[in-house]
């Protein structure tokens, strides 16, 4: 586990688990600039077919449609929240104040 795992505080990761228990996705969608071009990164934990998938999406704004131009592409499925939780925190760039805002907006939704 990393620091970012070990930081997620029993009440996020609570909050999160029941709005996967909901059937609800946690989506975040951050834009940036990369070399002075619209970027977009996208990052979902969602319940599917009994298993919770990963996602990650970086990619200029203007290839959005073009996934092999994407500068990563990340589909992962896991047994339990932990082993996603675990994923997404070594290898992915999300922040645990990047899942309370996507959580926040999750329940907005």
Do not use: C, N
Not at 28 to 54: I, M, N, S, W
Not at 84 to 91: G, I, R, V
Request: aromatic share 10%; proline share 3%.
């Amino acid at each position: 586990m990393t620091e970012r795992l070990l930081s997620l505080e029993p009440a996020l990761r609570e909050a999160i688990k029941r709005a996967l228990a909901q059937g609800r996705t946690v989506w975040l969608t951050r834009r940036y600039e990369h070399e002075g071009e619209a970027a977009v990164r996208e990052y979902f934990l969602k319940p599917l077919d009994g298993r919770l998938r990963v996602g990650l999406d970086d990619y200029l704004e203007r290839y959005e449609d073009a996934t092999d131009l994407y500068f990563r592409y990340v589909r992962r499925s896991f047994a339990g929240l932990d082993a996603a939780l675990a994923f997404t925190a070594e290898q992915l760039p999300v922040t645990v104040e990047d899942l309370r805002a996507a959580l926040s907006a999750t329940g907005r939704r």
